[in-house]
């Protein structure tokens, strides 16, 4: 496996990567592909050196969309945001979640950001488990979704 810097021209490859992986996740996510293409141009315009890639034989087979210039109201600061993370469903329990989360944080680290923040819906056990994993700690709710922060070293 492979994690590289996304470039604009991967959208198209995104869009469909996003849609297999939010099945049956749906109310949590965009479904129509015009939806998600709106979203994934708004993910590269809030930082478009923040979007990385795994490949694995030159396919992609998930990303995380990270964000270094997100202020966050609750914490009333700055602080590195995973937007969205997302692995095809065949290529999920291979650590290629985790490496891509890794990849964001060292990316927040070099900006010089000590938190990384992230939503998560509430019925998303299987997520909410892996980040707690990897040292999220849930912060609070609103509505259907869980805020989970990780203070970066």
């Known amino acids: 496996m492979t994690i590289r810097r996304a470039e604009e021209k991967d959208i198209k490859i995104l869009v469909d990567l996003y849609l297999l992986g939010y099945k049956g996740l749906e109310e949590y996510s965009y479904t129509h ?3 998600v293409q709106a979203y994934l141009n708004w993910l590269f315009r809030r930082d478009v050196a923040g979007i990385w890639l795994a490949e694995e034989d030159s396919k992609v087979v ?9 202020f966050s109201k609750r914490e009333g600061k700055v602080v590195g945001a995973i937007h969205e993370l997302v692995v095809l469903p065949e290529y999920r329990n291979r650590g290629i979640g985790r490496a891509l989360v890794q990849k964001a944080l060292e990316y927040f680290k070099s900006r010089g950001l000590d938190m990384a923040e992230l939503w998560v819906g509430d019925e998303n056990k299987q997520a909410i488990d892996f980040y707690k994993n990897l040292g999220f700690e849930e912060r609070d709710r609103f509505n259907y979704w869980v805020r989970m922060t990780k203070a970066l070293e």
């Open 62 to 70: 998930g990303f995380v969309a990270s964000d270094g210039n997100w």
């Open 33 to 35: 592909p015009d939806d």
